[in-house]
């Protein structure tokens, strides 16, 4: 499989750092740009946006080590082909309890926390990752659907996320018929998609070289007041409105 990725994590016109982070087969990035094309991701590939938590204390410190935790689980290996959904779970699961102790060990007034969201291609597989209200989307001849569900009641509240208090189940869905070959799947924050309607999204995607520089710059304009963490990925590789990814000598390695 071929994944073409454009990423990018900014901290945004008004917040003073960036709590986002964001993880791309082990790259991981925080206020920076990631262009690559990964021409043999093997049996294993994923992409995550992490959003800790606003009004929670080192929400950057929650994002950072649960992308750097999984990370290390993929690069030693620990899931297996036989149960993937429940290795995972226990992964994101021992980082959420590891936070809320260390919350209350430190005495933090409300627990660190982050959301999780992404995509993982593992064993011939494509998986939907989700826990919070960070969002994946799939754009196709043009049109943007949301694939995941924001876990959060009435009053805006998060009612899933890893840390904060919170147990951190993460949803998980095998998707890998409802993606093919030439479709664009966009993972971002809140930050991004609260502040422009879809079929701006859209028409970003359709037309722009760097769709995720343009998407965080739109939120700007839009008044976003948060931080921005968008990564746009075309599925068998290719393009993004002419423009040419260049490879990565840092292509990952793993299950080779």
Known sequence: ???????????????????????????????????????????????????????????????????????????????????????????????????????????????????????????????????????????RDGMLRQLTEDQKDDRGLLLNCVGGGLKGTPQICDITGEVAEDDVLLICSDGVYGFMPDDEMEYYLTISPSPAGDLCGRAEVNGGNDNESVAVIRVGGGDFGGYDCPDDDGRNDWFA
């Open 1 to 139: 499989m071929i994944f073409s990725v454009d990423a990018v994590s900014l901290k945004g016109a008004v917040r003073e750092n960036n709590e986002d982070f964001l993880s791309i087969a082990g790259r991981c990035l925080r206020d920076d740009v990631l262009r690559v094309t990964d021409e043999d991701a093997g049996e294993c590939w994923y992409a995550f946006v992490a959003d800790g938590m606003g009004g929670h204390e080192r929400g950057e410190v929650a994002s950072r080590e649960l992308l750097e935790h999984l990370r290390d689980c993929f690069t030693m290996r620990d899931f297996s082909e036989e149960d993937f959904e429940r290795d995972f779970i226990r992964s994101v699961e021992y980082v959420s309890a590891s936070l809320n102790a260390r919350s209350a060990g430190l005495g933090l007034e409300r627990a660190m926390g982050t959301t999780l969201c992404g995509i993982v291609w593992i064993y011939g597989r494509m998986y939907l990752v989700n826990a919070g209200d960070s969002r994946v989307y799939r754009w």
